[in-house]
């Protein structure tokens, strides 16, 4: 059964401190990650997807199949990235799981 | 933000009265879908719809129904609204299941229910 699993529920780092936000997925097909962010009082939104190797607000993601993990990182955070962040995965069927989401802090 | 609305977006209801959250779309996309967001459990799919008429159910969709008559509209009923279904519900939309595009999936922003 397909499952996405972030372990960290709060997290919270100083500014410009590096931040990394993890995401293990399990999926016995050809996995498609994504992670979105919520802001406070937004709804959800694409930060960026495994496919298109961007880096989006300044923060990266690279699919690593043999540990099975989409990790999300930033070198220096900034007060603005506090917010939401969750991983998904979409299966063949256009299913999208999620993670239960990992709550950044960035501590001025 | 895509074209997507939902309503109401805030409802308080009483346990045993049925209830019907609507998302509408102006997006013309195939895929629609209805999660419910709790403290602990994240988004979870409750029903998704690949098409008019054609619906599936997700991972926790037990007390829940769903229809779609047309493309841009989505509905899912509570039929006898119980304490637990007190959530965020989201709508989102998504078009293409060709692997590797561009598309990927626009929420709405969100109903905040109640059940007494």
């Known amino acids: 059964a397909q499952r996405v699993t972030q372990p960290e529920k709060l997290l919270s780092v100083f500014k410009g401190a590096p931040v990394e936000l993890k995401c293990n997925y399990s999926?016995?097909?050809?996995?498609?990650l994504f992670w979105y962010v919520q802001y406070s009082r937004q709804r959800l939104q694409l930060l960026l997807r495994?496919?298109s190797r961007e880096s989006i607000k300044g923060f990266t993601a690279d699919l690593n199949k043999g540990e099975t993990s989409f990790h999300l990182k930033k070198p220096f955070a900034q007060e603005e990235d506090s917010a939401m962040y969750y991983c998904?995965?979409?299966?063949?069927?256009?299913?999208?799981?999620f993670g239960t989401g990992t709550s950044l802090t960035v501590i001025p | 933000d895509a074209g997507i609305t939902q309503s109401p977006r805030h409802k308080v209801t009483e346990t045993g009265t049925p209830v019907t959250l609507r998302c509408h779309q102006t997006?013309?996309?195939?895929?629609m879908y209805w999660y419910r967001q709790d403290p602990g459990h994240g988004l979870r799919l409750i029903h998704y719809?690949?098409?008019?008429?054609?619906?599936d159910k997700g991972e926790v969709s037990d007390g829940y129904s769903v229809s779609r008559s047309k493309t841009e509209d989505f509905l899912l009923t509570l039929e006898s609204a119980t304490s637990s279904q007190t959530s965020v519900y989201f709508c989102?939309?998504?078009?293409?299941?060709?692997?590797?595009?561009?598309?990927?999936?626009?929420f709405g922003p969100g109903t905040r229910l109640t059940v007494l």
């Open positions: 989102a939309i998504s078009e293409s299941v060709r692997r590797g595009g561009t598309d990927t999936q626009y």
């Open positions: 495994h496919i």
């Open positions: 998904a995965l979409r299966t063949f069927g256009n299913q999208f799981y």
């Open positions: 719809s690949y098409g008019v008429k054609d619906t």
């Open positions: 997006e013309n996309h195939r895929y």
């Open positions: 999926y016995s097909g050809s996995p498609e």
